[in-house]
């Protein structure tokens, strides 16, 4: 069965970057769209950012346009979030998930498997 763990999460000064990965083990990510959400204290998952079995990259929230990509890589079985540009707005867990579709969805209803989140604190 798919499990998916995140790593690379931190603390980071405003302004600067941070690559997550997504490492997925016991089946492939090669047929699945896997995104990226986030939930800060208090507030709702968001969906941040997709990429869909075809490599299509979609970014969900209006504030991460610009700044956050996501890619993949089949070989390592790993999906990657490069965030750039990085403030205090985006402190939050982050979540991979994967699900058995062509397309991207910014609902997090729509995906079945899901990592264990990794802690992103943007901060001075």
């Known amino acids: 069965q798919l499990q998916l763990v995140e790593s690379g999460g931190g603390l980071v000064q405003p302004g600067g970057s941070l690559r997550l990965s997504c490492v997925a083990s016991?089946?492939?990510?090669?047929?699945?769209?896997v995104s990226w959400f986030r939930q800060a204290p208090g507030k709702e998952r968001e969906g941040v950012s997709c990429?869909?079995?075809?490599?299509?990259?979609?970014n969900f929230a209006d504030s991460v346009k610009g700044r956050f990509t996501t890619s993949r890589d089949n070989a390592k079985n790993t999906v990657y979030l490069q965030m750039n540009s990085l403030n205090p707005e985006d402190t939050a867990v982050y979540y991979c998930?994967?699900?058995?579709?062509?397309?991207?969805?910014?609902?997090?209803?729509?995906?079945?498997?899901w990592g264990q989140g990794t802690q992103v604190t943007v901060s001075s």
């Open positions: 990429i869909n079995a075809g490599g299509g990259n979609t």
């Open positions: 998930a994967a699900r058995t579709s062509w397309s991207c969805s910014d609902s997090p209803s729509n995906y079945d498997i």
């Open positions: 016991g089946s492939t990510l090669g047929l699945r769209t």
